[in-house]
């Protein structure tokens, strides 16, 4: 390994990594910048996140800028708001014993009015998110002309943010001798198009393997029924009291649900995803990197750009649609030569999907048991023995010890001991002495929709819905209608089998209730939607019976079945209970209500 001396940095730049407490180049930093000083040329840069790709271009470009002309010399493209400014912030780290050095963030959520001003006052290296750096060039704002070298920094990023004509539009604008410096954690085949469009020739380096995992992360799985997949994240955050981590879930709803949901349970968490106003995610930003939220709970998109180097696990609540993304999520932790964490939930739906992960980022998954409840109360019990054992005295309690003591005076050494410790040992105890073991059997049988098992379980409700291909649906369109309408999860829909004029569907038994309940007199643009409780298993005859009758369930003319959902055979006032009465119609917001009761063990809000 080179010292950054040898690498060919001049003395100003040497200085300010001597200032920074930088020792000795990452891999990258040792690949790229001897190439980036010494070539005019193209380069590609394949390495995770974290892994130092910031300093491997910027340190080239502030060498080979001229400080002295106010000509914008150099532009960074970046996929998010956070990132621009974090590479801003270190640019002018790297070039702060550059006399006359301008580095300017162009992003949107701030006034366009003084970033033009800035950029007017002669910005040598300009660091952008796409959509404002194209609004700025429509409007005459800034002049990349004469650019002379270019960075698209976590370029697989922005192609998947759908950033492709933006870039497109903008390098449009710059010079064609230019260089471009292209740095991506992956390579899939958009970033392979972007490089063969815009790079001449272009030199590749790769630190790992394509799209290979770093090996400072472990990758474990924990298999759990999907109605226990929060109770799984609280049990996993209890089981590790120093956690400071990402949690991902696929959508908005699910990061703002789970966020709100441990905070009610006494979690330090916070929620970062796009419906939050830019003040809103820059507060909950800095309280993250202050470590007073303990567990951040975001979306992919809003998660990009997150560059905290004490990050100890990331959390797939919810596995990715994109199993690329994974390589995302997981280089959150182990960062800066640290070692971290990347822990998966997952229904027996989901297991296949591992496999796959596996290929891509050719590491190994460790199965793990979801700890129980006794292993937590240790767990936590000895956190706060070691806290306590290896905290300072603070003299200040010296002149409130004669209270403490005459309160004691009566109390053996042992028996204090288990006193101040039952404190702590206690509220975890009552919570979890009679806690279930929420691990499930790993298997990797499945149907086309979810990779259940098609056999019949005693734990699962088949139900009759009178819409079919015939009303526009296909398996995939039905199970996300029924997953919108009754607010479940992404698993709780199974074995979805439609045919020409109706369809069958199951779901956890305990969720039936809801499921019939909900579709009491359901209208879906004009018209009925009817759900039966059925016998069909989802296996070999689908002609399965009615539960209340001899004949088909679905051979019933559609009137009938509409009737007999609120009369005869079928009654739905045997469903919902012995009274009779009807439930009131549930909000899609109540199906969704946290599941945290009065008797769950309070966290501290704040990291010790």
Known sequence: MNTFKELGLNNDLLQAITDLGFETPSEVQDKAIPILLNEDTDLVALAQTGT???????????????????????????????????????????????????????????????????????????????????????????????????VLDEADEMLNMGFFEDITDILSHTPKDKNTWLFSATMPKEVSVIAKKFMNNPIEITVGNKNESTSQVSHEYYLVSSRDRY???????????????????????????????????GYSAGALHGDLSQNQRDLVMKSFRNQQIQMLVATDVAARGIDVDDITHVINY????????????????????????????????????????????????????????????????????????????????????????????????????????????????????KSKNLNV?????????????????????????????????????????????LSLGRDDVFKVDVKESFSFFTTDAALTDQVLAFFTDFKHDGRFVNVEVSSDKGGGNRGGKRKSGGRKSYDKPRSDRRSSSRSGGGNRSERRGSSGESKPRRSNSQFSASSSGSDRPRRSRRRN
């Open 318 to 433: 919810q596995l990715p649609d994109e199993i690329e993304t994974y390589t995302h999520r997981s280089g959150r932790t182990g960062r800066a030569g640290k070692t971290g964490v990347s822990m998966v939930i997952v229904s027996k739906s989901e297991v296949r999907k591992i496999k796959s992960i596996e290929r891509i980022i050719k590491k190994d998954f460790v199965k793990k048991e979801i700890p129980d409840g006794m292993e937590i109360c240790e767990v936590q019990l000895m956190s706060l023995a070691n806290k306590v054992h290896n905290t300072e005295i603070n003299h200040e309690i010296d002149k409130y010890l004669n209270s403490i003591n005459t309160l004691f005076e009566d109390t053996s050494k042992e028996e204090l001991i288990k006193k101040f410790f039952s404190v702590e040992f206690t509220r975890f105890y009552n919570y979890y002495q």
């Open 441 to 485: 059997e790993d298997s990797r049988s499945g149907d086309r929709d979810s990779g259940k098992d098609y056999s019949s379980n005693a734990n699962d409700t088949r139900y009759f819905i009178n819409v079919g291909r015939k009303d526009g649906y296909d398996w995939m369109k039905l199970k996300d209608f029924l997953k919108e309408v």
């Open 231 to 265: 109770q799984a994240l609280k049990r996993l955050a209890d089981a590790n009291p120093d956690i400071f981590s990402v949690i991902f879930c696929r959508t908005k709803r699910d990061t703002q649900k789970v966020a709100e949901q441990l905070i009610e349970d």
């Open 52 to 150: 130092g790709k910031t300093a491997a271009f910027g340190f080239p470009m502030l060498q080979k800028i001229n400080v002295e002309s106010r000509t914008t010399q150099g532009l960074i493209l970046s996929p998010t708001r956070e990132l621009c400014l974090q590479i801003t912030n270190e640019m002018k780290l790297y070039g702060k014993h550059l006399k006359g050095l301008n580095v300017v963030a162009i992003y949107g959520g701030a006034s366009i009015t003084e970033q033009a001003r800035e950029v007017k006052r002669g910005a040598q290296i300009i660091v952008a998110t796409p959509g404002r750096m194209k609004d700025m060039i429509s409007r005459n704002l800034v002049d990349i002309s004469k650019i002379e070298y270019s």
